[in-house]
């Protein structure tokens, strides 16, 4: 027995450890155990869901040599440690493979198995996510998310724990707002077991995109809508929710709950602010939703019948057992809001520049000499010199402007056909005129970075990072490194998706020429600098910037941004 002394120590270390706990927040699945719907599955690339969770988040494997890592927590409840994958994953590629489940059900995502509908990837499976494919910060400490192209899906159809039948649960989701479409279908959430659509009200799963075949909500989206198989719902209507509005917010939390004939949508802006309710009652008006027949496997990016054709990005959700009450769930958005997701670059390595003109030059040890161009709307590899004609080297010209589809990346456009530029169709990559789709402008949307062999950029397609530009029999194509496209081999892929860059002043070949003849003063101080400049392309590209003094680079040369400067400057004469 404790005496009265004893007791009173007692109570001093129980507020020691009280006050101590503060110092580790409560993560989302311990909210919502304190609210009595503990997560039976809690899933997240970006952070630790568990204040005292320090155990494996996700799984890359690299394409170098298909050795694999666990990627954890910096500390219990922290975030994702990016520089382990960052380091693991130097010079080659990444893919995700397995998102562990946090809540020790052992409810792991693997590569999605075909079902109804087969996947792209070997014997119908759908493909793995790139791991550098949505790279946030949270609270200022970087980390990836899983960005899901179409194709691309998770699941595992032996879950434990899950709702079945019409039992009650909730989730949620922390997703990209501005990353969607109107494919069926990207979702998180409860699925069939057998990869088939089995029937109405077989699935309980949050969707969000603007696909419109089945509910709407007020606008022209995207929703948060519910996937209950053999309908996308936004209410209690089959057709429409006025209440469930478009979203705009760049970081989403999407949630959906259900128990016999009651379920619900809330949603709000996850980088700051409250829930709201868009839909709040019974079950929907159609045959097969009252009562439910949940399965209980978990889905990521696909349809319960492996639908594959969506695409979103996912940072973090959960499944819970029990229907999470309103305050519960409003605890859970304020933990969300305290994470402080935020964007961050998408590129690294030579910097671009919006509005200047660039060559792009392979560097694979066969074919230094040629430069990505276009004859008609095939992109290709040819040789280009200071001899070639200026029809080639107009054609091996691209002006560099703000992604179409996101401003963190880039897209070219042709010097020679303005208002065309290089995009990925069944991932070859052509010259085509911009048609103001956003299909497009995804399509013609690439993010630059470090070269893989350690030479200039590789060049990743933004809409599909797992594909990059490649040259192959001399045609450009977006290729994954490894895959079941011809051109996905792996063999080289480092050197071929490579490119050297070089921008060039707003000067043409003759006008340099001109102003060398002046004299001999002239001609002479001007060789030593703009030899190396004539040597490869661009040559008539019309930049005229004050940046042209420093936006040099090597090809054959590395020109300096004293050098430049000393041009500029006996150019000014």
């Known amino acids: 027995m404790l005496s009265r002394q004893n007791l009173a120590r007692a109570g001093e270390l129980a507020?020691?450890?009280?006050?101590?706990?503060?110092?580790?927040?409560?993560?989302?699945?311990?909210?919502?155990?304190?609210?009595?719907?503990?997560?039976?599955?809690?899933?997240?690339?970006?952070?630790?869901l568990y204040s005292d969770y320090t155990g494996a988040l996700y799984e890359v494997k690299r394409g170098s040599d298909n050795a694999t890592t666990t990627i954890v927590p910096l500390s219990a409840g922290g975030v994702a440690d990016a520089a382990a994958q960052d380091s693991f994953c130097a010079s080659t590629t990444c893919l995700i493979t397995t998102i562990y489940d946090q809540s020790g059900n052992g409810n792991h995502l693997t590569q999605a198995p075909p079902g109804g509908f087969d996947g792209p990837d070997v014997d119908?499976?759908?493909?793995?996510?790139?791991?550098?494919?949505?790279?946030?910060?949270?609270?200022?400490?970087?980390?990836?998310g899983v960005f899901i192209s179409p194709g691309t899906?998770?699941?595992?159809?032996?879950?434990?724990?899950?709702?079945?039948?019409?039992?009650?649960?909730?989730?949620?989701?922390?997703?990209?707002?501005?990353?969607?479409?109107?494919?069926?279908?990207?979702?998180?959430?409860?699925?069939?077991?057998?990869?088939?659509?089995t029937g109405n009200g077989h699935m309980e799963a949050i969707y969000y995109?603007?696909?419109?075949?089945?509910?709407?909500?007020?606008?022209?989206?995207?929703?948060?809508?519910?996937?209950?198989?053999?309908?996308?719902?936004?209410?209690?209507?089959?057709?429409?929710?006025?209440?469930?509005?478009?979203?705009?917010y760049r970081f989403v939390t999407a949630i959906v709950k259900g128990e016999p004939d009651q379920w619900a949508i809330r949603g709000a802006n996850a980088a700051s602010g409250s829930l709201s309710t868009y839909y709040s009652g019974v079950r929907p008006n159609e045959t097969g939703y009252n009562p439910m027949s949940k399965e209980g496997a978990i889905i990521l990016g696909i349809g319960g019948d492996n639908s594959n054709g969506a695409q979103g990005t996912f940072y973090e959700g959960v499944m819970t057992s029990g229907y999470p009450s309103d305050d519960t769930e409003n605890s859970v958005q304020a933990d969300i809001v305290a994470a402080g997701y935020a964007v961050t670059s998408?590129?690294?390595?030579?910097?671009?520049?919006?509005?200047?003109?660039?060559?792009?030059?392979?560097?694979?040890?066969?074919?230094?000499?040629?430069?990505?161009?276009?004859?008609?709307?095939?992109?290709?590899?040819?040789?280009?010199?200071?001899?070639s004609g200026s029809e080639l080297q107009q054609q091996a010209s691209w002006t560099v402007v703000t992604g179409l589809a996101n401003s963190g990346c880039f897209s070219f456009e042709s010097v020679d056909t303005p208002g065309s530029y290089i995009r990925h169709y069944d991932f070859e990559l052509l010259l085509d005129a911009d048609d103001g789709t956003k299909q497009?402008?995804?399509?013609?949307?690439?993010?630059?970075?470090?070269?893989?062999n350690g030479e200039g950029n590789s060049i990743r397609s933004w809409s599909y990072p797992t594909r990059y530009f490649r040259h192959?029999?001399?045609?450009?194509?977006?290729?994954?490194?490894?895959?079941?496209?011809?051109?996905?081999?792996?063999?080289?892929?480092?050197?071929?998706?490579?490119?050297?860059?070089?921008?060039v002043p707003g000067l043409t070949a003759d006008a340099l020429q001109e102003i060398s003849?002046?004299?001999?003063?002239?001609?002479?101080?001007?060789?030593?600098?703009?030899?190396?400049?004539?040597?490869?392309?661009?040559?008539?590209?019309?930049?005229?910037?004050?940046?042209?003094?420093?936006?040099?680079?090597?090809?054959?040369?590395?020109?300096?941004?004293?050098?430049?400067?000393?041009?500029?400057?006996v150019m000014s004469k």
């Open 517 to 569: 003849s002046v004299s001999l003063y002239t001609k002479a101080s001007l060789e030593e600098f703009i030899n190396p400049l004539l040597t490869v392309p661009p040559f008539n590209l019309g930049y005229q910037s004050e940046k042209m003094k420093s936006e040099y680079y090597h090809v054959t040369a590395c020109i300096s941004e004293k050098e430049t400067i000393k041009v500029s400057e």
């Open 124 to 144: 119908g499976y759908d493909n793995l996510a790139s791991a550098i494919g949505a790279p946030v910060t949270l609270n200022g400490q970087k980390a990836y």
């Open 153 to 197: 899906g998770y699941r595992n159809d032996a879950a434990v724990g899950t709702a079945t039948g019409d039992e009650p649960e909730g989730m949620y989701a922390v997703l990209d707002g501005t990353h969607y479409n109107g494919a069926c279908c990207y979702d998180y959430g409860n699925a069939e077991t057998s990869n088939t659509d």
């Open 15 to 48: 507020l020691g450890l009280v006050a101590t706990s503060r110092l580790v927040a409560a993560g989302p699945c311990d909210i919502y155990s304190s609210g009595g719907t503990p997560c039976v599955a809690a899933h997240s690339t970006t952070r630790a």
């Open 209 to 248: 995109g603007d696909e419109t075949a089945w509910g709407t909500g007020s606008g022209s989206g995207p929703w948060i809508m519910a996937d209950l198989e053999n309908g996308l719902f936004s209410g209690f209507s089959a057709s429409n929710n006025a209440g469930d509005p478009s979203l705009s």
């Open 346 to 387: 998408l590129t690294s390595g030579p910097a671009l520049t919006v509005g200047s003109s660039i060559s792009l030059r392979a560097t694979t040890a066969c074919c230094t000499t040629r430069y990505i161009a276009h004859t008609g709307s095939t992109v290709n590899t040819q040789v280009v010199s200071s001899s």
């Open 440 to 452: 497009f402008s995804e399509d013609a949307t690439f993010c630059p970075e470090a070269g893989l």
């Open 472 to 503: 192959y029999d001399n045609v450009l194509y977006a290729a994954s490194n490894g895959g079941v496209q011809t051109f996905d081999v792996t063999d080289l892929f480092n050197d071929d998706g490579e490119g050297d860059r070089k921008f």
